[in-house]
């Protein structure tokens, strides 16, 4: 079963434009919400994560706003760069317990 | 630096063949997991094991096996492989209490 639906499957943003990726998930019990960025030919890597009692996190040009009452959350990509082109994944965990949900993924291309 | 090896980058095998698939970790982490990536369906956790000798179905379980004899190393068996398998598979480990999950390179599988 989907518990998060992630969106756009794939964006094309111009170099020093903004990317947004979207997330909703229906379980209310996860309590970490991470976003990995994976590389063609590199396993996925932790960017940036959030847990649900801020609504705001910032790393430099990333932020992960997040709507616990809306049940989304979402990535902000800042002055987008082309080396920022990779995968995307939200994730959530739940309650200290190991298992991760992801998302399907959104493919960015930042073009020059 | 956390590291997450996997045996091997690119696999060819044919339909009804047993298909070993190994990950090692060298962190100590005491869970690990398998994910296959498939496009559009994000990353799906076939099987994870939380200690040596245990091990707990992911969504997507059937079709395939584990094995975790030592805690630094988890074999994912695929015990007569369909073409319906080839993937890339994805193995990951993460420390108990910490929530980030560490990704090995992946091993994209080609089922003939």
């Known amino acids: 079963q989907q518990q998060v639906k992630q969106s756009p499957q794939s964006l094309i943003v111009q170099k020093g434009g903004i990317s947004i990726i979207n997330c909703a998930y229906e379980?209310?019990?996860?309590?970490?919400f991470p976003w990995y960025q994976q590389f063609p030919g590199k396993g996925p890597a932790l960017l940036i994560a959030?847990?649900?009692?801020?609504s705001e996190k910032k790393e430099g040009r990333f932020t992960i706003s997040f709507n616990k009452s809306a049940k989304q959350f979402s990535l902000h990509i800042m002055d987008s760069q082309p080396g920022d082109s990779a995968t995307y994944f939200c994730?959530?965990?739940?309650?200290?317990?190991?298992?991760?949900?992801f998302g399907t993924g959104t493919k960015l291309q930042v073009i020059p | 630096d956390v590291k997450v090896t996997q045996s091997s980058r690119y696999l060819v095998k044919r339909t009804g063949e047993k298909v070993f698939l190994e990950c090692v970790q060298d962190?100590?982490?005491?869970?690990m997991f398998w994910y296959r990536q498939d496009p559009g369906l994000g990353l799906r956790l076939i099987y994870f094991?939380?200690?040596?000798?245990?091990?707990e179905k992911g969504d997507i379980p059937e079709g395939y096996s584990v094995s975790r004899e030592k805690k630094e190393r988890f074999s994912l068996i695929l015990e007569s492989a369909s073409t319906n398998q080839t993937s890339m598979y994805l193995c990951?480990?993460?420390?108990?209490?910490?929530?980030?999950?560490?990704f090995g390179p992946g091993t994209r599988l080609l089922v003939l």
């Open positions: 959030i847990r649900p009692d801020v």
């Open positions: 094991s939380y200690d040596v000798k245990m091990k």
């Open positions: 379980n209310t019990a996860f309590d970490y």
């Open positions: 990951a480990s993460s420390k108990t209490g910490q929530e980030t999950q560490y």
């Open positions: 994730a959530m965990n739940s309650g200290g317990y190991q298992k991760v949900t």
């Open positions: 962190m100590d982490h005491e869970n």
